[in-house]
Nanobody, 124 residues
Framework: QVQLVESGGGLVQAGGSLRLSCAASGRTFSSYSMGWFRQAPGKEREFVAAINKRGSNTYYADSVKGRFTISRDNAKNTVFLQMNSLNAEDTAVYYC?????????????????WGQGTQVPVSS
């Protein structure tokens, strides 16, 4: 497994932007596809975005498509989530996760390493 630490969360106003980072350590970062998930109070964890090992393919939930961008820097062992046009429905704890399988997935059980999460409250 790989160890993951998220950063960049914090209070933001509706319409604003935020960039989350997730630093990885412990195993070869480029051997993992990476994903971002989020969990709002009282709700199940849901998929947000994923990126393949080389960073050449991405996949987004419909709710964030066109507003969020996932990217990665394999030289720095870091994956990013740029979030624009935030609204109150984006309020959640955001988690990054690592998937050792081929391809990219929105399925929680494909991911075997998880960060501790970073909170993103959006004020309306």
């Amino acid at each position: 497994q790989v160890q993951l630490v998220e950063s960049g969360g914090g209070l933001v106003q509706a319409g604003g932007s935020l960039r989350l980072s997730c630093a990885a350590s412990g195993r070869t970062f480029s051997s993992y596809s990476m994903g971002w998930f989020r969990q709002a109070p009282g709700k199940e964890r849901e998929f947000v975005a994923a990126i393949n090992k080389r960073g050449s393919n991405t996949y987004y939930a419909d709710s964030v498509k066109g507003r969020f961008t996932i990217s990665r820097d394999n030289a720095k062992n870091t994956v990013f989530l740029q979030m624009n046009s935030l609204n109150a429905e984006d309020t959640a704890v955001y988690y990054c996760a690592a998937d050792p399988s081929l391809g990219i997935s929105s399925t929680v059980r494909r991911y075997d390493s998880w960060g501790q999460g970073t909170q993103v409250p959006v004020s309306s």
